[in-house]
């Protein structure tokens, strides 16, 4: 029996597990770490944290596993994807904190940017809109923050990389500094059609070529352990794709049109658009999805369209925390399921603003339809529903760029567990709805593709094999509840 160990790498914390040829999982550990504040708007993590929560997961997932180093056929990375890394090339100790995907910090610079007319070229050669969500800005920030660390970047004394990547330098004790494509085009840096960093964009943003790691592949060996803490040198480093793009591969959504949405905090939606990247008329992002090094399918290059609902589980959340009509986001599916239907009450939840393809960061959440006749089970109702209406307008706008119709719609997270959810989204739909036997489709994904790598399995078809479902959600036949919640959907997102 062969196993492969997945890093999977998160904002909060990291998740390591140890899997079998047959996806059955022989150990799982989650360490937690630090988040930091430094000011309103800012958001770091210091590496040394991330490294320690990997090292400790590692050696305790081993143990649950019952098994030794020498026992993995390969190590599988995904990871939370603009987060910002720059470290010292000899030592690997980073020069300062990472700054986190959620930072706001660049806003001006990204502002800026548009001012001076650059948006359409950012956007035309990175599939990316000019944001702070992204890692460019944030590293010309580091530079621009301390001369001196420019001055050692343009020495080539210093190394940038996302998660993926700082992980790899640490693991292989400094041979590698490389990134996967996937990651590679959340960056801001790199184009969409050369699969290579681009000079014009590096120079706008003041970023010197010798700190860019090697944009490789998603699936090959990238090198393997050196003086790892709990494991064997010589294990090879085979896999590694970014969060979303890793799910939408654990998902087995190879063909074009194939499509999953991640309900956790927020919603992320990815369908595969094959070999020629879409771009979109609705506001979405166009990013690389994965590129095969190894396997049947080496050098097959895949993109994706995503979109987000910047709030789904903290809907939820928040009728626990901020209303208190719930003890714990487990009760919601009861509640909601005590009355036949929301009782004319639409949430929009809005809390902090609406994303693709609305994008109006100014709206705020609404509900409307409230009577005297309301209860918390409309309410709860009402926030289930808001979270799978968002979803609608995410893929109709897919289907309009990508020109394909969505049959069924895989799904993953946390609130993929609600039954009531799920049923809503199939109606709404008009599709099936599809969860997976193993819900950590992130780790999965990363697992799939250093299996790949390292031969564990030779081919995407091999993956699909065993990849198990564990329950369809059907449209129903009566389509006049979901068509009159999106007419009341459609009216309410207009006053948000």
């Known amino acids: 029996m062969r196993y492969v160990m997945s890093i999977d790498q998160g904002t909060t914390g990291t998740t390591v597990l140890i899997l079998d040829e047959q996806l059955r999982i022989r150990g799982r550990y989650t360490r937690d770490f630090r988040q930091i504040y430094p000011k309103p708007g800012w958001v770091e993590h210091d590496p040394a944290d991330i490294w320690s929560s990997v090292t400790e997961a590692i050696g305790r997932t081993l143990a649950e596993a019952g ?3 020498a026992d993995l056929a390969a190590i599988g990375i995904t990871n939370q994807r603009e987060t910002t890394v720059l470290w010292d090339r000899a030592t690997l100790a980073p020069v300062r904190n990472a700054i986190v995907w959620q930072d706001r910090r660049t806003a001006d610079a990204c502002a800026a940017l548009k001012r001076a007319g650059h948006e359409e070229l950012f956007r035309s050669r990175t599939g990316l809109v000019l944001d702070p969500y992204f890692s460019g800005t944030k590293l010309a920030w580091m530079l621009d923050e301390d001369p001196a660390r420019r001055r050692r970047a343009d020495a080539g004394e210093l190394a940038f990389g996302t998660i993926d990547s700082y ?10 500094h490389v990134t996967d494509v996937s990651n590679a085009s959340r960056t801001l840096l790199f184009g969409l059609r050369s699969l290579d960093w681009e000079p014009e964009l590096c120079d706008l943003l003041r970023i010197p070529r010798a700190l860019l790691p ?6 090959e060996v990238y090198g393997t352990t050196r003086g790892v803490p709990g494991l064997p040198d010589g294990i090879p480093i085979a896999g ?3 969060d979303q793009q890793a799910a939408l591969f654990g998902q087995a959504c190879f063909a074009a049109g194939d499509a999953k949405c991640t309900y956790g905090t927020g919603a992320f939606i990815l369908m595969n658009t094959g070999a020629e990247p879409v771009a979109s008329r609705s506001g979405l992002l166009t990013t690389v999805a994965w590129r095969l090094g190894s396997g049947a399918e080496a050098g097959e290059t895949c993109y994706a369209l995503e979109g987000s609902a910047f709030i789904a589980g903290a809907a939820v959340q928040w009728l626990r925390d901020g209303l208190g009509i719930i003890r714990s986001a487990a009760e919601v599916e009861a509640l909601a399921a005590s ?3 929301s009782g004319g009450v639409t949430m929009v939840p809005a809390f902090t603003g609406l994303g693709a393809p609305h994008w109006r960061p100014e709206a705020r959440g609404l509900i409307t339809g409230i009577t005297r006749g309301t209860t918390a089970a409309h309410l709860a109702r009402a926030a289930l529903e808001g979270i799978a209406l968002q979803i609608v307008d995410l893929l109709r706008a897919m289907e309009s760029d990508s020109g394909r119709r969505l049959t069924v719609l895989k799904v993953d997270g946390g609130a993929a567990a609600n039954n009531l959810l799920m049923q809503f989204q199939s109606d709404l739909l008009g599709v099936a709805i599809s969860r ?3 819900v950590e489709t992130t780790a999965l994904g990363a697992a799939f593709l250093a299996g790949l790598g390292a031969g564990v399995w030779r081919s995407k078809s091999e993956i699909a094999a065993v990849w198990r479902e564990e329950r369809r959600f059907i449209p129903t036949a009566d389509r006049s509840r979901a068509d ?3 007419a009341r959907w459609n009216q309410a997102v207009g006053r948000a």
Do not use: F, N
């Open 67 to 69: 098994i030794s180093g």
């Open 167 to 176: 992980l790899v330098a640490r693991l292989t004790g400094g041979a590698a």
């Open 214 to 219: 090697q944009a490789r592949s998603s699936a």
């Open 240 to 242: 590694m794709a970014g």
């Open 339 to 341: 009355v036949p239907d």
């Open 436 to 438: 997976p036997a193993m």
């Open 484 to 486: 009159e919640a999106l």
